[in-house]
C-alpha cells in the first residue's frame, strides 16, 4: 500500500559528500515523520535523523545523532513525499547500510504505518 524507493548510496572516499533520497508513495493521507536509519555489520539500527513536520501547520522539527550533527543534514519536500538525507566530511565509520524509515496515515481504511526502505549501502573508504 506504501512503498519507498531509496537511492543515493555508493562508494566514497573520506571527506567527500553524498546525498541520500527516499520518495513515499501510495495511499498517502499525510506523513507526519521521516527518518534515516543506519546498521553496520554487527551492529543494531540506529537513527541518524529524522524530521517531524505537517504540511498543514507548516511545524517542523528535526534531530540528529550526535556522530550527525554538524555533518549531515535531514530536508524533506512535502510535495513531493521525499526525504533526502545529505552528508558531507564523511568517515570512514560512517559505512553502513542506511535505511528510510516513514510514518504516516493512509486510506483503506484510515490507519497508521511505520515503513521501511529497503536499505541503501554507503561505503567510505579511507
Known amino acids: 500500500q506504501v512503498q519507498l524507493v531509496e537511492s543515493g548510496g555508493g562508494l566514497v572516499q573520506a571527506g567527500e559528500s553524498l546525498r541520500l533520497s527516499c520518495a513515499a508513495s501510495?495511499?498517502?493521507?499525510?506523513?507526519?515523520?521521516m527518518g534515516w536509519y543506519r546498521q553496520a555489520p554487527g551492529k543494531q539500527r540506529d537513527l541518524v535523523a529524522r524530521?517531524?513536520?505537517?504540511?498543514?501547520?507548516?511545524?517542523?522539527?528535526?534531530d540528529y545523532a550526535d556522530s550527525a550533527k554538524g555533518r549531515f543534514t535531514i530536508s524533506r519536500d512535502n510535495a513531493k513525499n521525499t526525504v533526502y538525507l545529505q552528508m558531507s566530511s564523511l568517515k570512514p565509520e560512517d559505512t553502513a547500510v542506511y535505511y528510510c524509515?516513514?510514518?504516516?496515515?493512509?486510506?483503506?481504511?484510515?490507519?497508521?504505518?511505520?515503513?521501511w526502505g529497503q536499505g541503501t549501502l554507503v561505503t567510505v573508504s579511507s
Open positions: 524509515n516513514v510514518g504516516l496515515f493512509v486510506s483503506g481504511p484510515r490507519r497508521y504505518l511505520e515503513v
Open positions: 501510495g495511499s498517502i493521507l499525510s506523513i507526519n515523520v
Open positions: 524530521i517531524i513536520s505537517s504540511s498543514s501547520t507548516n511545524y517542523a522539527d528535526s
